[in-house]
């Protein structure tokens, strides 16, 4: 923060960002050196440089970015993109949360006034996550002050499950697999036909003109001259004497310590490749990929669109959520699709050029379609967006314990350290447990009389990643406290039912105390 009023923020260690900026520069030079004086060998030091000389942009991108926020507004500068935004367009400043391999990344997501939405360049959170905060708290003081922020206290949390997110990978994904799965379905007949002229084809003759004998089997001859293992997952090798009648064959690893060196063998060529090599002990077959492989990889491929194009229907339908607010689970599909390929796979497999081409495989392919559909129909209406006031009736009490899964989300005297994962209710008082019974062992009760609900909401990325997608939020008010509680809707309606009711009984009590006796 360069003076009241301002804020300016940079990459930390900036100068370590220009020294690698530099390094980099000098390693080009010396790889164009080396290019220049010995164009014909190139040795370990040129790439060496030319890697080093690749992360140049990275360091120059780090040095020369920077954002100034002022009374005007935002004004942000990388190496190819300079932005300025007036706090007239800024609707909100949220927080925008990437999953990294070691930590999450915390980024400043810009909410315009036309819906649009951007990331800043800075500031950036890696593992120094305070000063991110404290930065962002400057930005959206500086929003309050000279703007009309759309959110008041806590920034907004965007996360990957959150409605904000662009699906841009599930775009390419489901287009990627589509198109994989075209290409894949347009080569089966071409395998089918190719698998017949194998099984087909017959040795050839004295008489089999040159031009046709690629279309039948030719026998040759020909010593094993050494073997080479390969342990790891690359290609074992057989080594032939003179090279003939080839250098040599990539084999698997079992089928290259099934040979020895010296052994006389015979290889059987079709269409100018090897397709069997026949030994004293062992014999070699190369694998002809077959139709069904081909219909069964594309089935997978179209599947895998399919899960794809259901998580942008699922956000579809939750266009109309808060940005912060988390979309439904896609795991419902993905079990529809699971069912889809336990019927379909084995017929690509079995009949993958005439999946209709006898009553039972009709049968089959119909009965799969009937669960196909039903189980979608399932995943449509798991999966549909429940607003909190969709929430089913509670249950009128029968005097038993129920334990609830649900969570209170700040630390308090009935909630310490976050331990609570149950809400009891019924037998007793409510009451917070670690664990679902049975029993109340271990038990803190709820101080229903003290507790106001606020509101009922969907929960959003702010509440954590312990908070289940499809759980509801009530924000409840705790003597002046601001509380919340997550569960189901159908659970968390049945424990502000009991709460509501104890509350009662309380005030119930207290009124019969209260009242002077005749």
Request: glycine content about 8%; aromatic content about 6%; charged content about 20%.
């Amino acid at each position: 923060m360069a003076e009241p009023g301002e804020v300016i923020c940079r990459v930390p260690a900036r100068n370590v960002s220009w020294w690698g900026t530099g390094v980099c520069g000098v390693a080009a030079v010396v790889a164009a050196l080396l290019v220049w004086q010995r164009p014909d060998i190139l040795g370990v030091a040129f790439w060496l440089c030319a890697v080093i000389a690749l992360m140049g942009p990275i360091f120059l991108y780090l040095a020369t970015a920077r954002l100034t926020a002022d009374a005007y507004g935002l004004r942000s500068r990388t190496l190819l993109r300079r932005r300025t935004v007036p706090w007239s367009r800024v609707a909100d400043l949220r927080r925008d949360i990437q999953n990294g391999r070691n930590h999450d990344i915390h980024r400043v997501s810009v909410l315009l006034d036309d819906g649009r939405s951007f990331r800043l360049p800075l500031p950036m959170s890696g593992e120094d996550l305070a000063r991110f905060d404290a930065e962002l708290a400057s930005l959206r003081a500086l929003h309050r002050r000279h703007g009309t922020p759309a959110s008041d206290g806590e920034a907004p949390v965007i996360t990957p499950r959150a409605a904000g997110r662009r699906p841009v990978v599930a775009w390419i994904l489901c287009a990627v697999l589509l198109v994989a799965s075209a290409v894949a379905a347009s080569y089966v007949a071409d395998a089918a036909s190719q698998q017949r002229a194998w099984r087909a084809a017959v040795p050839c003759t004295d008489a089999t003109p040159a031009a046709e004998r690629r279309a039948c089997l030719t026998t040759l001859s020909g010593v094993i001259e050494r073997t080479y293992v390969n342990e790891g997952r690359g290609n074992s090798w057989l080594y032939f004497t003179g090279d003939r009648p080839l250098h040599r064959l990539a084999v698997s690893s079992h089928d290259a310590a099934s040979f020895r060196a010296g052994e006389k063998v015979e290889l059987v060529f079709w269409r100018g490749r090897p397709r069997t090599v026949t030994g004293e002990r062992h014999v070699w077959r190369d694998h002809l990929t077959g139709p069904g492989e081909i219909a069964v990889f594309s089935a997978v491929c179209a599947l895998g669109a399919g899960y794809a194009g259901s998580r942008l229907l699922i956000r579809r339908r939750a266009r109309r959520l808060r940005d912060d607010e988390l979309l439904p689970s896609s795991l419902p599909f993905a079990g529809a699709f699971v069912a889809t390929a336990a019927w379909l796979l084995p017929l690509c497999a079995l009949h993958p050029t005439d999946p209709l081409g006898s009553p039972g495989t009709v049968f089959w392919a119909a009965a799969g379609t009937a669960v196909t559909a039903a189980a979608l129909t399932l995943a449509w209406r798991a999966t549909r967006v429940r607003a909190p006031g969709q929430a089913p009736a509670a249950v009128p009490p029968d005097g038993r314990d129920h334990f609830l899964p649900a969570r209170f989300l700040e630390h308090t005297a009935y909630n310490p350290h976050l331990y609570g994962t149950h809400v009891v209710i019924g037998g007793g008082p409510p009451a917070v447990t670690p664990h679902p019974g049975p029993g109340r062992f271990a038990a803190r009760r709820i101080p229903a009389e003290r507790l106001t609900v606020v509101e009922v909401r969907r929960a959003r990325g702010g509440d954590g990643e312990a908070v289940p997608r499809d759980w509801h939020v009530a924000e409840l008010d705790d003597a002046g406290e601001p509380v919340r509680l997550a569960a189901s809707p159908g659970d968390l309606a049945r424990i502000l039912d009991a709460l509501e009711r104890e509350r009662a009984d309380g005030d119930r009590t207290a009124g019969d105390t209260a009242a002077p006796r005749p």
